[in-house]
């Protein structure tokens, strides 16, 4: 299927979006339309019989499949895309073994390229349309990724990585050093209205002081700028985190202290933050990114969504490849509801559903993105339920919406999520029909 702005797309929809009085509902119409203008933005959507004489005149195109919005993969590392299945002891050991080894190779246009090329492939081909995601400390591996998402369409927020101890010399920089290539970096990004700049320490571990302190300062003369990092993932960093800074009375923290705590700001797992560290996040608008499937195969813990739910802090979904196991995010849905039984909890598929669209997008504030709505844009995937036999018996035979949501989550296959076609501004970006 190859769309290309205006249209009218009549299909299954089923979609988050913002309601007044209760926040967020999901929006589901069986025999629903969308309507795509010139520039990629949805005009209009709703139950098709409903849709305005004004655009009837627009070229008609009709799905069988789900059409559900894009999804927003709020934290992944684009450079392990390599690193994926890599087996290692603990985060740490993980690091030292596969990841900086790997993440030095980023040095080479040509390899960052071929690299970025596949990345983009691959979260498209998953239905992935925005995705907060890592690059390295090389400015080759930034401009390979900024420029190949641009032309696939892909919507990215990445950064330079921070890193300046604490790892090998081939993937750390001294602070001239980022301060030169991140102010080259926010500049290029300027040409590209789709793309975003995120100052992005690796982890307060990797970081001096200094180059935390150069990395709040930019953040301060540009305040619309995103930040991403980790904090709170595994017992060991905290530990070590806590030497190296001793002023700091946690590890959030140290992100404090420098200016990086701000409402565009996510951290990715905090799974062993204290009441006192979700407060300072919550005060200050940062949200979290729960990235089930790398927790689970590193072994670090297990989230604890409630805590981070009843603190008011914003919850989004990172597949947070490599350590993550899936760029499906029907996979890391799904592997979010066992974690969440694993605490005791029952997190109903909408949910699931909303941190990884219009949920992420809110946290991000990002406000055209997420969702099925008029004057959004128009990223959207399209989803074959019936691609394996387990996953058409379950939508089927499903009892109500959410029941087949759920079995949507566990029996699509991974090699995809289901996905058969995925448009960003209303364009075919990536397509199996």
């Not at 596949?118 to 690059?135: C, D, I, M, W």
């Not at 930040?227 to 595994?234: D, F, G, K, P």
């Not at 009892?399 to 364009?427: C, I, R």
Request: hydrophobic share 40%; proline share 5%.
């Amino acid at each position: 299927m190859q769309l290309k702005p205006p249209y009218i797309l009549r299909g299954h929809i089923l979609s988050p979006i913002a309601d007044a009085d209760l926040g967020w509902r999901l929006l589901h119409e069986p025999e629903g339309a969308l309507a795509v203008d010139h520039n990629g933005l949805i005009v209009w959507s709703g139950s098709a019989k409903d849709c305005p004489m004004t655009l009837l005149g627009w070229p008609i195109q009709d799905t069988s499949h789900l059409i559900f919005p894009g999804f927003i993969d709020s934290h992944i590392h684009y450079p392990q895309y390599h690193v994926r299945a890599a087996f290692g002891a603990d985060l740490l050991d993980w690091l030292e073994r596969y990841t900086f080894p790997e993440e030095a190779r980023f040095h080479a246009l040509d390899y960052a390229r071929g690299v970025a090329h596949e990345f983009t492939e691959t979260v498209l081909a998953h239905g992935v349309t925005t995705a907060l995601t890592f690059s390295t400390s090389h400015t080759e591996a930034f401009l390979a990724l900024t420029e190949t998402a641009h032309r696939r369409g892909l919507s990215v927020i990445t950064g330079i990585t921070a890193m300046d101890r604490n790892a090998p010399d081939t993937v750390t920089r001294d602070l001239g050093y980022f301060r030169e290539a991140n102010a080259m970096a926010f500049a290029h990004l300027q040409h590209f209205p789709r793309l975003g700049y995120a100052i992005t320490p690796r982890f307060a571990l990797s970081c001096t002081e200094d180059l935390l302190d150069s990395c709040g300062t930019f953040v301060a003369a540009h305040p619309d700028i995103w930040v991403q990092s980790h904090v709170n993932e595994n017992p060991d960093e905290i530990a070590m985190t806590q030497a190296l800074f001793p002023s700091a009375d946690s590890y959030v923290d140290v992100y404090a202290r420098h200016g990086l705590l701000t409402p565009k700001t996510v951290l990715a797992h905090s799974l062993f933050s204290q009441d006192h560290e979700l407060e300072q996040m919550a005060i200050a608008g940062t949200s979290v990114a729960h990235c089930p499937t790398s927790n689970t195969f590193l072994g670090s813990g297990l989230f604890r969504a409630d805590r981070h739910l009843h603190a008011d802090i914003g919850i989004t979904l990172g597949s947070d490849i490599g350590g993550g196991t899936s760029y499906s995010p029907f996979a890391t849905m799904a592997e979010a509801y066992k974690v969440g039984r694993l605490n005791g909890q029952s997190i109903a598929p909408d949910q699931l559903l909303y941190w990884h669209t219009l949920g992420s997008a809110q946290a991000l504030k990002l406000d055209r993105v997420g969702t099925l709505t008029a004057g959004y844009w128009a990223d959207f995937c399209l989803i074959d339920p019936t691609c394996s036999p387990l996953s058409e018996v379950r939508w089927n035979d499903r009892k109500d919406l959410l029941d087949g949501l759920f079995g949507l989550m566990f029996t699509l296959p991974e090699s995809g999520g289901g996905v058969v076609a995925t448009m960003t501004a209303g364009q075919t970006r990536w397509s199996q029909l």
